[in-house]
């Protein structure tokens, strides 16, 4: 069969392995594109990418070698660096180790180093304070009476109800850092422009703690009243959300109309962490007004937590506001579990760490032992991370929020005897660690890792 093919093959002749030439050949006879203009668009199309794409590729291999001689240098830097910092090192444990009569220079150093700390340390101050007036004539200029100001399209959006909630909460970090001006204007604003009375649905939880909280502390710094006058009447209007069989609030309200309830997407539930963190601004309130019901109302929803809390201190987020009862849901230090553990360390400490509030501490102790049960490390690492529960399943996923633990944990410390106080403080150190390693993500997913 071969042999067939390549006789007939010989048998079509030179004349046609001649044409075959001259075709193979046509596409480089100017004629050729004289009839065919597309064609020779493509062709220079073609014979420009080429080009283009070698040049680019050489000035890309240039680029990576004057990255890579860069590199070097860095690396060269650090290195010798790091030799200064050993040679530092070693001077210094010998300085040490000097009598103390032949320090005249060393001390001297000393109180040098005690003067470049204070103009440090006041550099640093005043960086942060450029940093306030950078965002807050940011807002001043783009979202004055707005509640947030979007960095980006530079225009103030409403999303806690239009009660221009980072002025207000603003209000205390203005008059700390001494920007008397700027903290008169704002004051001016919420004496004639901060209207409650406002047909609007709000979180009850976000209005306390950004609006009334904000007003509490202005009104604590200050003294003067006009901060007082608008918190009476803004937890006025939010009160009705406590008016249920259980105690516990619903967390949305309409500040015109009363008539609370709760997100849908809760399927009517209240949430842990809104309902358990108003407790502070609640009793501060009390505190000023001489008025005890704003105390009562917040702390009887302690009382019903404490009457179905578990044995490891650590509640499901959802909870029915008519019953009161059962709570479902996940358990977790992220979103919507959060602050509860916050706020009841923090009610101990503002009611003095006395007996009258000493179930707070008790309620947040048994809830620490709780946490340690959430705690995993990562492998290989080995860092120490919270993690999440349903039911009787752990989530390896750790909450940007969560990361509020380390220093609840340190500011709760104290009032453990020595030994505990201990534990809990590594284990603050172990987990902030692990946030300012990671933190640059809202929620943190462990996954096993293949040990092979
Ligand atoms: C530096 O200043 C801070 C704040 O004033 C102070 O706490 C710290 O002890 C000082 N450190 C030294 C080395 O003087
Ligand atoms: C806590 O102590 C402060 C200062 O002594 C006092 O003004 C305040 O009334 C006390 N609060 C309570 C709840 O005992």
């Given at each position: 069969m071969g042999k067939k093919s390549s006789s007939s093959s010989y048998s079509s002749g030179s004349s046609s392995s001649s044409t075959t030439l001259r075709r193979r050949w046509r596409f480089f006879q100017p004629r050729y594109y004289g009839k065919r203009p597309k064609r020779l668009a493509l062709l220079i199309l073609l014979c420009v990418s080429v080009t283009w794409i070698f040049y680019d590729r050489q000035s890309l291999n240039r680029d990576h070698q004057e990255e890579i001689l860069r590199l070097q240098e860095e690396v060269a830097n650090l290195r010798s660096a790091l030799e200064a910092i050993h040679d530092h090192m070693k001077t210094s444990a010998e300085t040490e180790s000097i009598p103390k009569h032949e320090t005249e220079t060393s001390l001297h150093t000393k109180s040098t180093s005690a003067e470049d700390n204070d103009s440090i340390c006041e550099k640093r101050r005043q960086k942060v304070k450029d940093a306030m007036l950078h965002a807050w004539s940011s807002y001043e200029k783009y979202a004055w009476g707005t509640d947030e100001l979007k960095p980006i399209s530079r225009i103030g959006v409403d999303s806690f109800g239009g009660l221009g909630a980072t002025l207000v909460d603003s209000l205390d970090t203005?008059?700390?850092?001494?920007?008397?001006?700027?903290?008169?204007?704002?004051?001016?604003?919420?004496?004639?422009?901060?209207?409650?009375?406002?047909?609007?649905?709000?979180?009850?939880?976000?209005?306390?703690?950004?609006?009334?909280?904000?007003?509490?502390?202005?009104?604590?710094?200050?003294?003067?009243?006009?901060?007082?006058?608008?918190?009476?009447?803004?937890?006025?209007?939010?009160?009705?959300?406590?008016?249920?069989?259980?105690?516990?609030?619903?967390?949305?309200?309409?500040?015109?109309?009363?008539?609370?309830?709760?997100?849908?997407?809760?399927?009517?539930?209240?949430?842990?962490?809104?309902?358990?963190?108003?407790?502070?601004?609640?009793?501060?309130?009390?505190?000023?007004?001489?008025?005890?019901?704003?105390?009562?109302?917040?702390?009887?929803?302690?009382?019903?937590?404490?009457?179905?809390?578990?044995?490891?201190?650590?509640?499901?987020?959802?909870?029915?506001?008519?019953?009161?009862?059962?709570?479902?849901?996940?358990?977790?230090?992220?979103?919507?579990?959060?602050?509860?553990?916050?706020?009841?360390?923090?009610?101990?400490?503002?009611?003095?760490?006395?007996e009258a509030v000493k179930y707070y501490r008790e309620m947040w102790e048994t809830s620490m032992q709780g946490l340690e049960s959430l705690i995993k490390r990562s492998t290989p690492s080995s860092f120490a991370y919270i993690t999440e529960k349903l039911g009787n399943t752990v989530y390896d996923k750790m909450d940007e929020l969560a990361c509020f633990v380390p220093g609840m944990l340190a500011l709760g410390s104290s009032g453990y005897d020595p030994e505990e106080a201990?534990?809990?403080?590594?284990?603050?150190?172990?987990?902030?660690?692990?946030?300012?390693?990671?933190?640059?993500?809202?929620?943190?997913?462990?996954?096993p890792v293949n040990t092979n």
């Amino acid at each position: 069969m071969g042999k067939k093919s390549s006789s007939s093959s010989y048998s079509s002749g030179s004349s046609s392995s001649s044409t075959t030439l001259r075709r193979r050949w046509r596409f480089f006879q100017p004629r050729y594109y004289g009839k065919r203009p597309k064609r020779l668009a493509l062709l220079i199309l073609l014979c420009v990418s080429v080009t283009w794409i070698f040049y680019d590729r050489q000035s890309l291999n240039r680029d990576h070698q004057e990255e890579i001689l860069r590199l070097q240098e860095e690396v060269a830097n650090l290195r010798s660096a790091l030799e200064a910092i050993h040679d530092h090192m070693k001077t210094s444990a010998e300085t040490e180790s000097i009598p103390k009569h032949e320090t005249e220079t060393s001390l001297h150093t000393k109180s040098t180093s005690a003067e470049d700390n204070d103009s440090i340390c006041e550099k640093r101050r005043q960086k942060v304070k450029d940093a306030m007036l950078h965002a807050w004539s940011s807002y001043e200029k783009y979202a004055w009476g707005t509640d947030e100001l979007k960095p980006i399209s530079r225009i103030g959006v409403d999303s806690f109800g239009g009660l221009g909630a980072t002025l207000v909460d603003s209000l205390d970090t203005l008059y700390i850092m001494g920007l008397h001006s700027e903290f008169q204007k704002a004051r001016e604003w919420i004496e004639k422009s901060l209207y409650l009375k406002k047909n609007v649905e709000v979180s009850v939880f976000e209005t306390t703690i950004r609006i009334l909280g904000g007003l509490l502390s202005a009104y604590d710094l200050s003294g003067e009243e006009v901060f007082l006058e608008k918190s009476k009447e803004l937890a006025e209007r939010l009160l009705p959300a406590w008016d249920t069989p259980s105690g516990i609030p619903y967390n949305r309200i309409n500040l015109e109309h009363g008539r609370p309830t709760n997100p849908r997407w809760t399927r009517g539930s209240s949430i842990l962490a809104d309902s358990g963190s108003e407790q502070l601004e609640f009793i501060a309130l009390s505190q000023r007004t001489n008025d005890p019901k704003y105390q009562e109302t917040a702390e009887k929803v302690i009382e019903r937590f404490r009457r179905i809390f578990p044995a490891d201190g650590l509640l499901p987020i959802y909870i029915n506001p008519q019953t009161g009862i059962n709570p479902t849901g996940s358990i977790t230090f992220g979103a919507m579990g959060d602050s509860f553990y916050e706020y009841l360390l923090k009610a101990w400490i503002l009611g003095n760490k006395t007996e009258a509030v000493k179930y707070y501490r008790e309620m947040w102790e048994t809830s620490m032992q709780g946490l340690e049960s959430l705690i995993k490390r990562s492998t290989p690492s080995s860092f120490a991370y919270i993690t999440e529960k349903l039911g009787n399943t752990v989530y390896d996923k750790m909450d940007e929020l969560a990361c509020f633990v380390p220093g609840m944990l340190a500011l709760g410390s104290s009032g453990y005897d020595p030994e505990e106080a201990g534990k809990y403080m590594s284990l603050a150190e172990e987990a902030y660690t692990e946030f300012n390693f990671a933190a640059c993500t809202d929620v943190l997913q462990f996954l096993p890792v293949n040990t092979n």
